[in-house]
Every structure is written in structure tokens, then in C-alpha cells.
């Protein structure tokens, strides 16, 4: 079939050849349905738009005609479904993204194709954008027109769930990492408590073990008592919590090898790398998981904890696209289980944790310095944390904004263990101005009597934003471009 687009007499009109099982217009493109979708322009894109799964994975637009080689092989790669860390072997030698994927063409309009359902991948080359369901039938938007209006389009056939304003946190993981304990967050409490902020959120560090969601020895009056110092200051307690991934030699592993998600030959499906050993991920699909997950998210939440940043959740969807649905079940049950509580996903597949979570990381980890080098250059991997490859994924999810709370992670305003330019951490600051998510992990004791200041004053009020394009933006005064990142 040939479905045509937009306006002939503003001269931006399309006709794009379509395979589909069918096709009907609605507000702002076309609804398709089928397993698998092609969409052929008469024109090359230029630029694909590579949609990454998870929030740590790569969101930009990059040449059609250079696909990404695979860099790790198979047993170490940190998270599955992503090109850059797994072969597309079926796929060919071509970019793909999750859920979405776009082409520009050389005047600037872009041809847009979306999954409306979980579990979908975009194939793109310079001719065609393809859509294929790992499982099943679903449903695809398509749309053509200026790249905002046709991802703004796409976003309003989504789920939402937006609750009021987003939060200002102060969390642990970007100065302490995980060498917390408690007389160490009581201090930092009594300076966090002099300044603006609603959460206060301890991160990974606290547990026992992965799977073992007890307070360690240097946590010796438990996580309630935490809590309710947290809410004696009237901030908001959070914590960090990693509810599907699990190591061989925890306790949990030990005690549930039948709750460890395995291939079709009963070996343990790898679910990344991290604090030294391999990680794997316990079975989503398996109802006494979900119990034992709810049970746990219930019992947190009887210690006082209201704001869960609930981590490394792609492992509940593992071994990728497949895993989605399943995925959407197991957190749903989640959500129930935790009622009012502010639900943060963080390494979590994009589009299938939409209307349920209510903030959602939307890029790789913030670090106090801008790049590392040796991992994104000589590597080749977009993922890892600094300021650069964090700003350049959140930058191409902004258009998510009304869908959910978006967190492009912490802004620094500290010089102290710092590698940061003060141009660098204004476009961070001003990421969490645009966005509204505002956190930081700074000690305010660390902080300089100027950067106090500065970190009052972005607390303190809201700024006025105004989006002057998708990657420029003003704000108050200012006007910031990131567009020498893309
Ligand atoms: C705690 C941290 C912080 C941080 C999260 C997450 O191996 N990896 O690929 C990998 C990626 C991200 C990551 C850790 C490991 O950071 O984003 O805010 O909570 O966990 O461990």
C-alpha cells in the first residue's frame, strides 16, 4: 500500500510504500498492524534514529550505511538486546533500535516508526525502516513531518503517568559509591536537611547482598531507624534496590536455583557484569519470584522507604524484546504492591516500563568527569558513565517528557573530586532545569560557599524552559545547545 503524508502545498507532502497487515489514519500519522512492518521512502535518510532499550543504552542519530560492530563476547556482554553489545545476527549488518526508530532525510523531515506495543525492534538502512515483534501481532505508529512533531505525535499514542511535580533528591551514588554506612549518611542528612530538598535516597551499598535485602554490618540499627531520621528532617526516605538481579554465590542463589532465568539447555542466561562477578537475573515469569519481589517491596516500604529507585530491572526482561511482555506483568504487580510510593525505573527497557513508573532514568550514570575515553573511543561503547554519554542519550529521549518524570541523573556542583569544567556542569544543571528532575549526590560540607549558592538556586526554583528545538533550549536567559553532541 501507499500511504501519503503530510501538506503538498507546503511543499512537505511524502508518499512512503508500506507493507502491513493493515493501515488506518489517526491523530498525527498512521496506524499499522502486523508482526512485522516495512516502511520504503522515496527518499534515503541520511541519519537513522537508534532507539536504545534500556536506559544506560544508546539513544542518537547515527549513519545508516555504518553499523556498529559487536565489541564483547557473548558471557560478558553488561546487558543484552543492544548492538553494540550483542551480534544482530538475524538482522544483518544494519543498526537497530527498540521500539522505534526514524529517518532523516536531507531537507530535515524525519519518517517515523514506533511500536504502540512491548517487545519490538526497528531495523534501519538508508531505504527502509523495518518493525518486527519478537512475538505475535501488534500495533505500529507511523508518521512523517519536523522531527519534533512527529516523535511528539508518536509519545501521545503511549502510556503516561505523570503525578505532580518531579522530585529534588539528594542520592548517595555519585559521591560515596558504595562505601556508605550509617554514621556517615546521619552526617550528610544533618547538611542535607539545611538545604531545599524532598528525598533523600540511599543507593546501592546497604545490602547484604544482591538478592539479600538486609542491611549490612555497617548499617547496625537497620534501615527503619534510617527512615524515620529521614522523616524526622521532613524529607522523604529512598532507596536503591536491584530486585531481579542475583549473583551464583548469594544466598538467594543458592537457596532458588530454580528462580535463576536459563536458556533452553539449563544454563544461567548472563545479565551483565558488575562489582566483579557475572550477574544474573532471576525468572520474572515465575510466580513465586513475583511473590518473593513483592514481598520485598512491601517490606521496605514497612521501613519507611517512599521513593524506590528500582535498579537493573532490564534483568526482568532478559533475554530482550521476548522478555518485554513478561517484563510489563512483573512490574505491574510491582506497582500495586507499592501504592503511593514514588517508583524511579532506572537500566530499565524504555518503552515498556511507560504508565508505571513514575520517573525513569533516561540515560547512562553522570560521573564528575566528561568522558572516559579509553571505554567510548578506543571501545566503542556509548554506555558508560560521564557527563557526555549521559547528555547525549537523555537529549534523545527528552520527547518522553510527557509521559514520564525524566531523570537525566545528577548534576555536580561540587569542584572537589571533580574533573568537571564549569561549562560541563552547567549543561548538566541546566539538563535537570529542562527536565525538572532535580538531584545531585554532593555533601553540601563539600561544596564551596559560591557552589552552596548555586545549588540553592537550582533547588530553590523552578526556571522558566522554552524549547527553541528538539536539541536548544532557553532557559530564563540563557540559551543552551547541545548540539555539537549529537
Ligand atoms: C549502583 C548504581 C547507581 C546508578 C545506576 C547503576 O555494569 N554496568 O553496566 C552498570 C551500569 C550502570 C550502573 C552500574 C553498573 O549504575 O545507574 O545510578 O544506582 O547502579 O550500583
Not at 510466580?287 to 535498579?311: C, F, I, P, S, T
Amino acid at each position: 500500500m501507499r500511504l501519503a503524508f503530510g501538506d503538498p502545498s507546503r511543499g512537505s507532502s511524502l508518499e512512503v510504500a508500506v507493507a502491513a497487515a493493515s493501515s488506518e489514519p489517526v491523530s498525527g500519522g498512521y496506524l499499522l498492524r502486523g508482526r512485522e512492518v516495512r516502511a520504503f521512502p522515496p527518499l534515503r535518510g541520511v541519519q537513522f534514529f537508534r532507539h536504545g532499550w534500556q536506559s544506560w543504552s544508546l539513544s542518537a542519530w547515527v549513519d545508516p550505511r555504518e553499523p556498529p560492530q559487536p565489541l564483547f563476547p557473548k558471557e560478558r556482554r553488561p546487558q543484552a538486546d543492544d548492538p553494540f553489545l550483542l551480534e544482530a545476527a538475524d538482522w544483518g549488518k544494519a543498526w537497530w533500535g527498540s521500539g522505534l526508530g526514524a529517518l532523516r532525510f536531507p531537507e530535515g523531515q524525519v519518517l517515523l516508526l514506533g511500536a504502540l506495543d512491548p517487545g519490538a525492534r526497528v531495523l534501519g538502512r538508508e531505504e527502509v525502516l523495518l518493525g518486527r515483534y519478537a512475538s505475535g501481532e501488534g500495533r505500529w505508529f507511523l508518521a512523517y513531518g519536523p522531527e519534533e512533531e512527529a516523535f511528539a505525535a508518536y509519545a501521545r499514542h503511549l502510556p503516561r503517568r505523570l503525578s505532580g511535580r518531579p522530585p529534588r533528591v539528594w542520592c548517595s551514588w555519585y559521591s560515596f559509591y558504595n562505601r556508605i554506612h550509617e554514621a556517615l549518611l546521619l552526617k550528610v542528612l544533618e547538611e542535607v536537611a539545611g538545604l531545599p530538598f524532598e528525598v533523600f535516597q540511599i543507593d546501592d551499598g546497604w545490602q547484604r547482598a544482591l538478592g539479600d535485602w538486609e542491611p549490612n554490618p555497617r548499617f547496625p540499627r537497620g534501615m527503619a531507624f534510617l527512615a524515620e531520621r529521614i522523616r524526622e528532617k521532613g524529607l522523604r526516605a529512598g532507596l536503591w534496590l536491584a530486585p531481579f538481579l542475583v549473583t551464583a554465590d548469594s544466598p538467594l542463589g543458592r537457596a532458588h536455583p530454580e528462580w535463576i532465568l536459563r536458556d533452553g539447555e539449563g544454563r544461567p542466561i548472563p545479565a551483565g557484569f558488575n562489582w566483579g562477578r557475572p550477574l544474573y537475573a532471576l525468572d520474572s515469569g515465575n510466580e513465586e519470584v513475583l511473590e518473593h519481589v513483592a514481598a520485598l517491596v512491601r517490606r521496605v516500604r514497612e521501613w519507611g522507604y517512599e521513593y524506590l529507585k528500582l535498579d537493573f530491572l532490564y534483568a526482568a526482561a532478559l533475554p530482550g524484546a521476548e522478555g518485554e511482555v513478561r517484563y510489563r506483568k512483573a512490574m505491574e504487580r510491582i506497582r500495586e504492591e507499592a501504592g503511593e510510593a514514588y517508583l524511579l525505573f532506572c537500566g530499565a527497557p524504555i518503552l515498556a516500563s511507560l504508565g508505571l513508573a513514575d520517573g525513569l532514568r533516561v540515560g547512562p550514570d553522570a560521573a564528575p568527569y566528561w568522558d572516559n575515553e579509553d571505554r567510548s573511543f578506543w571501545l566503542q561503547d556509548p554506555t558508560g558513565p560521564g557527563l557526555r554519554n549521559a547528555l547525549r542519550t537523555t537529549l534523545h529521549r527528552l520527547w518522553l517528557r510527557g509521559n514520564v518524570q525524566v531523570d537525566p541523573d545528577v548534576a555536580f556542583f561540587r569542584s572537589r573530586f571533580s574533573l568537571l569544567s564549569p561549562e560541563e556542569m552547567r549543561l548538566q544543571e541546566a539538563m535537570g532545569e529542562i527536565t525538572g528532575f532535580k538531584a545531585t549526590s554532593d555533601p553540601p560540607s563539600w561544596l564551596s560557599p559560591g557552589e552552596r549558592e548555586r545549588l540553592l538556586a537550582f533547588l530553590g526554583r523552578d526556571k522558566e524552559v522554552e524549547f527553541l528545538g528538539p536539541y536548544r533550549f532557553r532557559v530564563e536567559e540563557e540559551v543552551l545547545d547541545y548540539a555539537f553532541l549529537l
